[in-house]
């Protein structure tokens, strides 16, 4: 049963990862990274995270997700509805491409091998760590403990650089802040 | 009922990394980018629940995971601005387009 649901959220993020890289819509891979998120909350559930969980959907989905789609909105071209165009392979690669076909052939390249050298890495690794029992235990009561006592100075440095990161966000993202030639302020 | 082998834990998170990466590399848009760079954490965050397993006094990998998260949420928000920022110089926010600072 607990394997079945693994399985399925496993399923279910590497689908909608998946499928944010194959799709040309920047709104339906919005979308599908809604999938790859809910996803990754289940699996933080199977490996005994619940608050870690919680924080993931009310993070990401409920924050981050919908700043993706608000941004999604604010940078859509009004005088193209469908502008396919927007999502044809990178070119970053450049150096010696020929043609548009070659500059996905390299990325892949290198993702996959990428892929083959970790699952090489993770199947000879013998991790004795990973032969210990393990149970399952809510965390959040440790959580709590942790953040107030050993966790305490990164705990308020991130309040902090939260703080600073969202006034900053604000003031970035408000026509008060044209860029000009020459900065004036 | 015994509990899921981590090991198809990290292959998860292997290959979720690796699906980010690939976006980071191969899509022009630059708010994909982003979702690639989310896909990535994501994956790192997978990897240190999963060790955190083990260490059910102290936690210290979903203690990790928490603060990534939040980080993520700060780095996220800034992007966007800037992003929002660029497109209103640029009026494009195709990556391949924008070649120059200033314009």
Known sequence: ????????????????????LVTRNVLYAAFFLLLALLGTAGLFVLASADFLAIAQIMIYVGGVLVLVIFGV???????SPIDMSNQQPNRIP?????????????????AGSLFAALFIVLVRANFRLLSQPVGWKSAVNTIGMQLMTEYVVPFETVAILLLAALVGATYLASPLAKPTRHATR | MQPVDSF???LVGAA??????TVVVLKRH????LMGIELMLNAVN??????SQYDPDRIQGQML????????????AVALAILIQVYRHFRTAQLDELTELNR
């Open chain 1, 73 to 79: 909105m604010l940078t859509h071209k009004p005088d």
């Open chain 2, 30 to 33: 630059a708010i994909v980018v």
């Open chain 2, 8 to 10: 198809l834990f990290l």
């Open chain 2, 46 to 51: 997978i990897n240190l629940v999963a060790f």
């Open chain 2, 16 to 21: 979720l990394f690796c699906i980010g990466l």
């Open chain 2, 65 to 76: 995971a928490l603060f990534v998260i939040i980080v993520a949420a700060a780095e996220s």
């Open chain 1, 94 to 110: 450049s150096s010696n491409r020929r043609g548009v076909g070659s500059s996905w052939i390299v990325g892949t390249l290198v």
């Open chain 1, 1 to 20: 049963m607990l394997q079945l649901a693994f399985y399925a959220f496993a399923a279910l993020t590497l689908i909608g990862a998946f499928a944010v």
